[in-house]
């Protein structure tokens, strides 16, 4: 692959320069232009440009994993270490990821709920357990909150809000959407962090009217909520690092598009059997009309 990456870039670059980057002799490389290519250099280069077109569509965020599961779902006959050697040889490498900071403001007056999620993050059934939390996102007109509302079953974002300052009526305004667009049955289990917003009372009030039962982290131990911290995690990784916002509102379109567009309807998750959340939730029959609208 060292030659054909040589021919591909050689109008970008020098002859030379490209020669001693990939080792190679210029001689070497004169000969190799004057033979014929044999049929699995040929069906690497064919590979190759199959795997940059799945590497670019999801914004060169895709390793080898995701990308050999989209290109079987496309009937591409190969397979994952063929994937990731050509990845490597086309230096095709996947966003790396980038800590993040998340804050938990917690108010020792507000009464606390016991972690009865205790890291139990599957679920048999859609709207049985969720998790909630909230991170933020830098503009350069100040901070822009995110609120989610995550369903383990399907690992797909149920409720969403976006807003500044950071108060309780973010989480509750995520958690209504949920609602409305899940219509949870009594029992539900949503599990959060200890921050004020979730142990105030209006946000306790929500939940039991609708006969949800409240858990809540440990304190300090981001690990009780990791889905919830892994999603962020992707966010952050693959879309807000990417941009520079200039207003909130422009964060807002991004943000919106990557959490609807891509990441509940395309993009693959590896806890899922690397389905993204929506085919995931396809493979199992839909409520009864009635239940929705109970």
């Not at 799945?54 to 599961?69: H, K, L, M, N, W």
């Not at 059934?125 to 509302?149: C, F, H, M, Q």
């Not at 304190?219 to 879309?239: I, M, Q, V």
């Amino acid at each position: 692959m060292r030659y054909p990456f040589i021919k591909e870039h050689e109008g970008q670059f020098s002859l030379s320069t490209l020669c001693r980057v990939m080792k190679v002799a210029r001689s070497g490389y004169y000969a190799w232009c004057q033979r014929t290519p044999s049929k699995t250099e040929v069906a690497n280069l064919k590979l190759t440009e199959q795997i940059k077109t799945v590497f670019d569509a999801s914004d060169q965020t895709y390793g080898s994993p995701r990308i050999y599961e989209e290109l079987k779902e496309q009937q591409v006959a190969c397979s994952q270490k063929r994937v990731a050697r050509l990845m490597r040889q086309a230096a095709l490498k996947a966003v790396l990821p980038k800590h993040f900071v998340v804050t938990t403001d917690s108010n020792p007056a507000l009464p606390v709920a016991e972690n009865i999620l205790d890291r139990q993050f599957v679920a048999a059934k859609p709207n049985t357990r969720w998790t909630a939390d909230i991170s933020y996102v830098w503009t350069s007109e100040g901070w822009l909150y995110l609120s989610v509302v995550l369903d383990l079953f399907s690992r797909r974002i149920v409720g969403w809000a976006m807003g500044t300052p950071l108060e309780r009526s973010l989480v509750l305004s995520a958690l209504a959407m949920a609602i409305q667009k899940r219509h949870p049955e009594s029992g539900l289990l949503c599990h959060s962090d200890r921050g004020s917003q979730y142990a105030s009372g209006d946000y306790q009030k929500a939940l039991q009217q609708i006969g949800a039962v409240c858990s809540m982290s440990r304190k300090g131990n981001c690990w009780d909520n990791a889905p919830t911290e892994s999603f962020f995690s992707s966010l952050k990784r693959e879309c807000v690092y990417r941009h520079r916002f200039a207003t909130r509102s422009e964060a807002r379109t991004v943000l919106f598009a990557w959490i609807e567009v891509w990441y509940n309807r395309k993009r693959r998750h590896s806890a899922l059997g690397y389905l993204s959340p929506d085919a995931f939730e396809q493979q199992f029959p839909s409520p009864p009309a009635h239940a929705l609208a109970a």
